[in-house]
C-alpha cells in the first residue's frame, strides 16, 4: 500500500502496520465528540475510563515531586519505591509473592503488554486470544510480528474460555495465552473454578506462556470473589505475567502508568525493548501511582458500590427492550448485551439493521447515544455500553435507545 499526498511525496507504512488502523473505539468516539461540538446532544457511552476524578491525595503527590524536583528520567523499569509499592500490593491484595527484580513499570498496561510481546514473539508465534477481547491485544500481537488466535466466547458460556476450546487452539507454535478478568467487552470474570480447569490445561502444555490482565480487579460485584492465576497456581507462576495498573482502579487514565510481575528473566526482556521506546515512565506520574498505591483505599470499594448500581440500571433497562438480551456482569464498567433479536429490522427511514454496526450507527445518527458493536470486540450480533457515566445521563440514554427500538419494525 502506498498512500500520495497532496505534493505527490509517496508514503509506504511498513508492512507490520500497512493493515491495521486506528481503533473502531476512538473513530466511535471522534465521530461523536464532532456531533456533539456541532450542538447535537450526543451521549457517549463509549469511553473506557471513570467518569470521576484522580483521588486528590494522588495528585497532591504528584505536585509535592514536582516541587522537590522529581522531573528527571528514573530507573528504566519503575523507581525502586513504586516497585516496592507494586510488590506491596500483590503480597496484600493478592497474596502473591514477588521480588523488586520480578516487576516492571512502565507507561499504561499497555506498554506492558506491548513490551512482552515484543519482548517474546517470534514471526508466526501464535497468541491465543478469548473472544470478545479488548482490541488491542490483536493489534500488538500482530505489531510484534506474532499471530492472533482468536478463540470465539459466546454468551451461554459467559463469555469465558473453556478447557476444552483452549486445548483445542494449542499449536507447538503457541506462545502465550492471553486472559484479561473482569473483561472489557464483557465484564465477564473468572472466579477459581473457571480458572481451574484451564490452569490443568496450561501445566500439560510446557511452552504456552500466560499473560492476565488483571486491569479491573478493583471494580469486581457482590457475590464475586476475584482471584489471578499466579496465586491459585504457584506451579505455573514462573510462566504467568500478571499485569495491572493504576488507569481503572484511581481513575488515572491520563497518568500513564500500568504494571506487571513476571519471571525475572521476563521482565528484564522487557526492561530492554522499554529502553529503547519510552526510556522510562514519566517521574511524576510514578510518585502519583505509589500514592495511589500506599495510600487510603477506602475509595475503591465505595466507587465499585457506584458501579454497581448503574451497572444494574443499564442491564434491567436493555433486558426491557425487546430484542435486546444482557448478562450482568460480574465487574468492570460495561455491558454487552446480544441485539440478535433486532437484526433484520427496517428502520423508519427504510434502511435495514444487517449487523451490529449498523445498529450502533443508527443509534448514533437518530437516537444520539454512541456505543460500540460487538464486531470491535471480535463476536457479533452485540453492542457494548461503558456505564462509566451518570445515573441521570444512563437513564436518558436507555430511554433514547427503548424509544428508538420501539420504531423499529420487523416482518
Ligand atoms: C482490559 C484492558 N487492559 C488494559 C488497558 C490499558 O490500560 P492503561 O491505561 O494502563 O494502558 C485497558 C484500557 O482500556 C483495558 O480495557
Known amino acids: 500500500m502506498t498512500l500520495q499526498d497532496q505534493t505527490g511525496v509517496a508514503f509506504r507504512p511498513a508492512e507490520r502496520i500497512a493493515t491495521l488502523g486506528v481503533s473502531e473505539i476512538l473513530q466511535i468516539g471522534a465521530k461523536a465528540a464532532a456531533m456533539k461540538r456541532a450542538g447535537r446532544p450526543v451521549i457517549i457511552l463509549g469511553a473506557g475510563e471513570p467518569d470521576f476524578d484522580t483521588p486528590e491525595h494522588v495528585k497532591q503527590a504528584a505536585a509535592e515531586a514536582m516541587a522537590r524536583g522529581e522531573t528527571k528520567y528514573t530507573a528504566l523499569d519503575g523507581t525502586p519505591a513504586l516497585k516496592a509499592a507494586i510488590v506491596e500490593k500483590f503480597k496484600r491484595e493478592n497474596g502473591l509473592d514477588y521480588t523488586v ?24 508465534d501464535e497468541v491465543i486470544i478469548p473472544t470478545p477481547c479488548w482490541t488491542s491485544y490483536f493489534d500488538i500481537v500482530r505489531i510484534a510480528g506474532g499471530v492472533p488466535v482468536a478463540v470465539p466466547c459466546d454468551g451461554a458460556q459467559g463469555f469465558r474460555l473453556q478447557p476444552e476450546a483452549l486445548a483445542a487452539a494449542i499449536t507447538p507454535k503457541t506462545h ?65 505475567l500478571t ?106 427511514e427504510g434502511g435495514t439493521i444487517a449487523s451490529d454496526r449498523d445498529f ?36 436518558e440514554a436507555l430511554a433514547r435507545i427503548t424509544a428508538a427500538c420501539a420504531r423499529l419494525t420487523r416482518d
Not at 527484580?101 to 508466526?124: F, H, R, S
Not at 486472559?179 to 511452552?207: I, M
Open 243 to 348: 499485569v495491572n495498573g493504576v488507569s481503572k482502579a484511581y481513575a488515572m487514565t491520563g497518568w500513564r502508568i500500568g504494571y506487571a510481575g513476571g519471571p525475572e528473566a521476563l521482565i528484564k526482556a522487557m526492561a530492554v525493548v522499554q529502553s529503547q521506546s519510552t526510556s522510562c515512565p514519566c517521574s511524576i506520574s510514578q510518585a502519583a501511582a505509589l500514592a495511589a498505591l500506599t495510600g487510603p483505599q477506602d475509595l475503591l470499594p465505595e466507587r465499585a458500590a457506584d458501579f454497581q448500581r448503574r451497572r444494574d440500571l443499564v442491564v434491567a433497562g436493555l433486558n426491557a427492550i425487546p430484542g435486546i438480551t444482557c448478562r450482568l456482569p460480574e465487574g468492570a464498567f460495561y455491558t454487552f448485551a446480544d441485539c440478535s433479536g433486532l437484526i433484520g429490522a427496517t428502520t423508519p
Open 360 to 395: 450502533c450507527a443508527w443509534l448514533l445518527e437518530t437516537a444520539e447515544v454512541a456505543m460500540v458493536p460487538g464486531a470491535a470486540f471480535g463476536l457479533s450480533p452485540y453492542f457494548r455500553i461503558s456505564y462509566a457515566t451518570s445515573e441521570a445521563e444512563l437513564r
Open 101 to 124: 527484580a520480578e516487576i516492571t513499570v512502565a507507561t499504561g498496561a499497555k506498554q506492558v503488554l506491548y513490551n512482552a510481546m515484543m519482548a517474546t514473539l517470534d514471526p508466526g
Open 176 to 240: 502465550w495465552l492471553m486472559l484479561n478478568s473482569p473483561s472489557n467487552p464483557t465484564g465477564a470474570a473468572y472466579a477459581e473454578a473457571d480458572y481451574r480447569p484451564l490452569l490443568e490445561v496450561l501445566r500439560a502444555h510446557p511452552q504456552v506462556w500466560l499473560m492476565v490482565d488483571d486491569m479491573y480487579e478493583h471494580i469486581c460485584y457482590e457475590g464475586f470473589r476475584f482471584t489471578t492465576p499466579a496465586a491459585l497456581e504457584p506451579r505455573l507462576k514462573g510462566r504467568i
